[in-house]
């Protein structure tokens, strides 16, 4: 009984021990921002660099000629924002919605095709309720 008394003080010793060695970890908040920003500098790209990348593009000129914007202004302008500025367009840009009102349509038909199957609406001739 003695050895067994003493293999588990011995293992309790090893487990305080180890405890004490632990430290806590920190952490708080930080700002989305400041994510977009510290990612885009770990890839080596400035807010900056992203906007003119994207102005560069072919199908973008094509839009931009099309509405009556010289493209060589368009970069200037670009050139000409504040870092924080260009953080805030840049980030606007890559969550705007690819498929514009396209998508909108699809989801509002959708939503009605569904009601009207599930019996809640009658909007479509051609659907049949599951009532």
Do not use: W, Y
């Not at 010793?13 to 921002?33: E, F, G, K, R, Y």
């Not at 199908?59 to 099309?66: F, T």
């Not at 805030?88 to 989801?107: F, K, T, Y």
């Amino acid at each position: 009984m003695k050895s067994v008394k003493r293999f588990f003080s011995m293992l309790m010793i090893v487990c305080m021990a180890n405890l004490m060695l632990l430290q806590a970890a920190q952490a708080s908040l930080i700002p989305t921002d400041q994510v977009a920003r510290s990612e885009a500098s770990a890839k080596g790209e400035s807010p900056h660099d992203r906007l003119s990348n994207l102005m560069s593009r072919e199908d973008v000129v094509a839009q931009l000629e099309k509405l009556g914007v010289d493209p060589q202004d368009a970069q200037t302008r670009v050139a000409a924002l504040t870092e924080e500025e260009a953080v805030m367009l840049a980030d606007q840009i890559e969550s705007a919605p690819a498929g514009g009102i396209i998508g909108a349509i699809l989801l509002v038909f959708f939503v009605l095709l569904i009601t009207d199957v599930l019996g809640f609406t009658k909007v479509f001739p051609f659907t049949r309720s599951v009532r």
